[in-house]
Structures are given as C-alpha cells and as structure tokens.
C-alpha cells in the first residue's frame, strides 16, 4: 500500500512486491480475473496485471486480499462472514457511485471496503461480546456506538479511524471510518457522501452486519449525492443489489 501510494513507483518494482509471496499472487491474478474486475482478457502474469489494471486497481485487489486474510484467519464466524459480506458490498456500490460523483472509483471502492474496519477489530478481538451487541433487535447505529463504548471503551468509528492512521492510510479514509454513520449535509462532496450511501444501500440489499433485516428509504439515502447519481441510484436499486450479489458470490468462488 505504501509502495503503491508513491507517484513515481516503475511498475516493475510493484511487480517484484507481489512476486514476493507466490500465494498472494496467485489469489491476484485469481482476482483480476473475477467479474470483479471483468477483463475482456485472461490476465496471466503479474506484470500484465500490473500494466492493465494500473497501480490504483492492484492497490484496490491487495487491500481486498489483505482484508479477507485478516478475517478468515482462525474461527470464520457467521458474524465475521457478515460483516465481510458488508464491507464488501460497501465497496462496490462506492465503486459505482464513484462514477457518477466524478471520484476515483478505486478510491472509493477501498473507502467502501475499509470503513467498518473498527468493527471488524472489535469482532475479532472480542467475538463473544460483540456478537451479543449485533443480536440486540432494534438497535439504530447511534445505539450501537453507545453500547460499544459502555462495553469497550471506544466505538468501531473510533477504533477504525486510529487503526488506519497506525497502518498510515491516507487521512480521508481515516475520516470515512471516523464519520460513516454522520448524515452528511445535501451537497456535501467528497468520500463521506459516497460511503454513507453505500454503507446504507447496501443494508438494504440484505448485505447488513448483523444479518438482520434493515428497512429504509432508497430515496431519502440517495438524498446525500449530487442529483446524476441520486437519480441514477434510485432508478438501479434493484439491479443494483442483484448485482453487488453476483459479484461478492464470484469473488468469493474465486478465493476458495
């Protein structure tokens, strides 16, 4: 992630980074060939991919890889499986919208992916109690971060947001784990808006953390992005989330 954040990184040297380990490679270039990415193409070495895709969209592979490394090591809870399946949809509805808010869209994508980083933190160091918090019905997020502070001090956005500065994430991610369950102001630019929607989008496509059913209002969340992509939002819905199924179903048959 640092390699890739520099301007002037030869792509050779990105190359040698991956090459490094043979099995992260592998699930790379396993990667780069998921609907995912859906290359015209079969990719069939680092360097191609490197080349093809770009230095923003191996970063954008690494950072899913690493992510779900870091969830399936040891015991896979259902609770794990569904916060990964949360983040994962987050990051490909940012992706989407990254289009239409004139962002970059791989940016976005690991916005969306790395957001509730907290939250997978706290599942992971504590599992038994956060699973308690997550099976408590009727519990808006507001509640959520009060009951996280009375049991671990410190909420997820707060926890997500220290983690990233430590692993020296850009400060607007940062920022996105900090804020992602503020309302943003209508008009308001940047990556909050993008992840704010995404993040509740994506509960109403049955990707929610907790695995329970969320109700919500896909007009009255669109609210938050400029009007091409609110419009475009509100029209899509349903293909939307039929989609973001799809692919976290191929991502995850190609990392098995």
Known sequence: MLLA???DVPLTRVEQV????AAF???VLRLANSP??????????ILQAVALLGVDHIKKLATTLVLRTFLTTGTVRDSLRGCWHHNLATALICERLGHSVHLDSETCYTAGLLHDIGRLALLRTYPGKYERILAVKGVNDLDLLQLEKAEFDIDHCQAGAWILEQWEFPKELSQ????????PANGELGLLPVVYAGCRIADLSGFSVGNQ????????IADVLPDKARQQVIGEFDGLAEEVAFKINAIECALV
């Open 5 to 7: 954040a520099r301007d």
């Open 25 to 27: 490679a592998s699930e």
């Open 213 to 220: 059913r969320v109700s919500g209002d896909i007009a009255e």
């Open 36 to 45: 995912l990415i859906a290359t015209r193409g079969g990719i069939t070495s």
């Open 176 to 183: 996105v784990a900090s804020l992602h369950h503020r309302r």
């Open 18 to 21: 991956l090459r490094t380990d």
